[in-house]
């Protein structure tokens, strides 16, 4: 049968495999253990690919076995020749990341790259991805810490809390020591320490190993009898304690800042 295929399971067992090829692309549909929703995969695709007046907001049920994720990846194929594995479609200024049949994001393009690699998942109200190993949140990518309230701490402009643009974002009570720098297609984040100066405490790769970065220079300093207002940053959110440790135990600060740490308390202990 055109675009089914029959394949084994380790232990022998017989699934079938639906797959389409457009604008000479190979597009895996997905698998099944009956050869009748394997070809409903099939056919439902060939009519998202030449259905034109179907748009995002037109996936029902009668769509499935095709899931909603695929219908949205092959959408934007068929309308902007690019095939992405994250349900994102593009639009002319900015892109549309459908969480599901109910929730779409805006995003501007520059984060296009970014997106089209992680998938975003929503849990207890947040939205995250998996990035090292660590869960990510969205809102640290606009410098807004886990503890900041909306509305308060942060707000957006339109009123859409699923308008991610940033221009749409205004970030009230930033993290002022942790710093978003581009560096290539991705981003890393700076950690500075303000005591008798600034002190450069090192660069990371996500939010949260920075936040960590942050409260370990922190904790340093008030060991060494150092006063400050500063406070230190609730814990990522859905971090184990135990991978807080690890994380904290295997960042090194910066020699100069702990050896004037050392000479501080010295000094100040006689």
């Known amino acids: ?56 907001i037109d996936y029902e049920d009668d769509m499935m076995p095709l899931t909603f994720r695929k219908y949205i990846c092959l959408l934007n194929f068929r309308d902007n020749n690019i095939y992405i594995k994250t349900p994102i479609y593009l639009h002319r200024r900015f892109f549309s990341y459908f969480l599901d049949r109910n929730t779409e994001l805006k995003f501007d393009m520059e984060d296009l790259f970014y997106y089209s690699s992680h998938t975003i998942q ?94 370990k220079a922190l904790d340093e300093a008030k060991k060494a009898g150092l006063k400050t207002r500063t406070e230190l940053i609730d814990p990522p959110e859905g971090l184990s304690p135990a991978l807080y440790a690890r994380i904290y135990s295997s960042i090194e600060l910066p020699q100069r800042y702990t050896e004037y740490l050392k000479e501080y308390a010295k000094t100040n202990r006689s």
């Not at 457009?22 to 695709?45: F, P, Q, V, W």
């Not at 308060?152 to 221009?167: I, P, T």
Request: include cysteine.
């Open 1 to 56: 049968m055109r675009g089914i295929y029959e394949a084994k399971k380790p232990d022998g067992t017989v699934y079938y495999r639906a797959s389409v090829t457009y604008k000479n692309k190979h597009i895996s549909l997905g698998s099944s253990d009956d050869i009748e929703t394997a070809s409903l995969m099939y056919d439902r695709a060939k009519r998202v690919l030449h259905d034109l007046k179907l748009k995002p």
């Open 122 to 215: 929503k849990r207890g109200g947040h939205l995250f991805v998996a990035d090292f190993g660590l869960q990510e949140r969205i809102l640290s990518r606009y410098d807004i810490p886990g503890f900041a309230v909306c509305g308060k701490d942060y707000r957006f402009l339109n009123g859409d809390e699923h308008d991610l643009r940033y221009s749409n974002i205004e970030v009230i009570n930033p993290v002022k020591n942790i710093i978003r720098v581009k560096e290539g297609k991705g981003e890393v984040y700076d950690v500075k320490m303000h005591i008798v100066g600034d002190w450069k405490i090192g660069t990371f790769p996500t939010h949260e190993m920075a936040i960590i970065a942050y409260n």
